[in-house]
């Protein structure tokens, strides 16, 4: 059995992964009107994964036999600038989660809960993977300078 306290902070952080899917369904959106198919598919991947994350976190609370209840998901930007623009902005917000994911994590260690540590872990360890894959397309945009975005489209559709 959960503590309360550590239960509404998973509730919370099941409405920022929702939160975060509809950020990139959003980014997928724009991009598709902007001409860019291939980032608009990598950004719906992108958006299933954030699914997948908050799907995880309820079946752990539930199974852990906490109280899950799915609030109203707050309003996500529409537009950005470049594609660069784009890519920065899934930086911060993924470091931003990295901070969240963090905070869940030090939760678990005040209640003492060691099950949910090691699955906060897991995230702990997602969140390197979410910020390197980032950090690592906004280099590749900034090296083009605005130049072969095609090819980066190409490039970024081709995620499975
Ligand atoms: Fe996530
Ligand atoms: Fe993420």
């Excluded at 539930?62 to 996500?76: A, S, Y």
Aim: glycine share 6%; net charge negative; charged share 25%.
């Amino acid at each position: 059995m959960m503590k309360e306290n550590l239960v509404k902070a998973f509730n919370a952080q099941v409405n920022a992964e929702m939160w975060s899917s509809n950020l990139y369904l959003s980014m997928s959106v724009y991009f598709a009107q902007s001409g860019y198919p291939g980032m608009a598919s990598w950004m719906k991947a992108q958006s299933k994964e954030e699914l997948e994350h908050a799907y995880e976190m309820i079946d752990f609370v539930i199974k852990r036999g906490g109280n899950i209840e799915i609030g109203q998901i707050d309003v996500v930007p529409v537009a950005w600038g470049t594609p660069l623009e784009v890519f920065e902005h899934v930086y911060e917000h993924e470091c931003h989660v990295s901070k969240l994911i963090d905070d869940l994590l030090d939760v678990a260690i005040k209640e003492g809960d060691k099950a949910a540590q090691n699955f906060i872990n897991g995230f702990v360890n997602e969140q390197v993977e979410e910020e390197d894959t980032a950090q690592t397309i906004v280099e590749r945009l900034r090296k083009l300078d605005g130049h072969n975005l095609v090819y980066m489209d190409d490039k970024l559709g081709g995620r499975k």
